[in-house]
């Protein structure tokens, strides 16, 4: 199964991501996490990118898809891939279809979070999560159990991301609103669209995507 999570920053695509890696065992693809990674090992991608994620701006399409790519050649063929936060332009769909050819799989779903923007500035300006397991949480609305210690890995360290900022967000949207919702026609056209309110509880979202995939 290879499916891909679409909607604007702070939707609850990673959220969602985790929550289906662990109940379902498939792998999340986060090109966010991939090019996070690359601006903190100061890679030669990661020193292209760091200003362009600063400003809330997108990444190239040559080097996003480059990286999934690469993730794909190392997995299992036998492992479902869920796609968070690529493709997000009409070239990035493009280059996922060729790739996803290339390795024999093709696309299920796609799920659209749809949520409110107004909330979502809420939800960015609160994100952190675990500085040693990646574990996402809230400020309000998914605190650890335990003030100040991991559920999942027991790490009392937590990270916030440097564009998670009013202002940058602003920007991401805009970008979200210009170059990512106009790829959801195409994938309209081939049948696979499926929408969920991204605005219901964590946990109600997460039901909702598994009743999508059985
Ligand atoms: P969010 O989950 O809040 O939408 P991501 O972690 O997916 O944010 O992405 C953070 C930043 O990384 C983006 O603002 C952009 O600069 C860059 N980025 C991530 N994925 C892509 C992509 N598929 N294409 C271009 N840029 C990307
Ligand atoms: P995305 O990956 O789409 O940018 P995240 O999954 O990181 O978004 O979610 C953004 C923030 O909002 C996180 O702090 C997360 O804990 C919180 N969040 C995610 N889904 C929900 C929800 N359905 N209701 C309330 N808060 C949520
Ligand atoms: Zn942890």
Do not use: W
């Amino acid at each position: 199964m290879n499916i891909i999570l679409l909607g604007p920053p702070g939707a609850g695509k990673g959220t969602q991501s985790q929550r289906l890696v662990d109940r379902r065992g498939m792998r999340q693809l986060s090109t966010g996490d991939m090019l996070r990674a690359a601006v903190k090992a100061q890679t030669p991608i990661g020193q292209r990118a760091k200003a362009v994620m600063d400003a809330g701006e997108l990444v190239s399409d040559e080097i996003v898809s480059a990286l999934i790519s690469a993730e794909l050649e190392a997995m299992d063929e036998d492992t479902g891939a869920i796609f968070d936060g690529y493709p997000r332009t009409a070239v990035q769909a493009a280059a996922l279809d060729e790739i996803l050819a290339k390795h024999g799989r093709s696309l299920d779903h796609v799920i659209e979070l749809e949520v409110n923007e107004d909330a979502l500035v809420e939800r960015i300006v609160g994100r952190f999560s675990c500085a040693n397991c990646g574990k996402g949480y809230h400020d309000i609305f998914e605190r650890p159990k335990v003030e100040g210690v991991c559920d999942v890995c027991g790490a009392t360290e937590f990270k916030r991301r440097p564009d998670d900022n009013e202002e940058t967000v602003r920007t991401r949207m805009a970008e979200y609103r210009a170059k990512t919702a106009p790829i959801l026609p195409i994938y309209d056209a081939q049948g696979i669209v499926s929408r969920v309110d991204g605005m219901a509880d964590i946990e109600a979202v997460t039901d909702r995507i598994e009743a999508i995939l059985s």
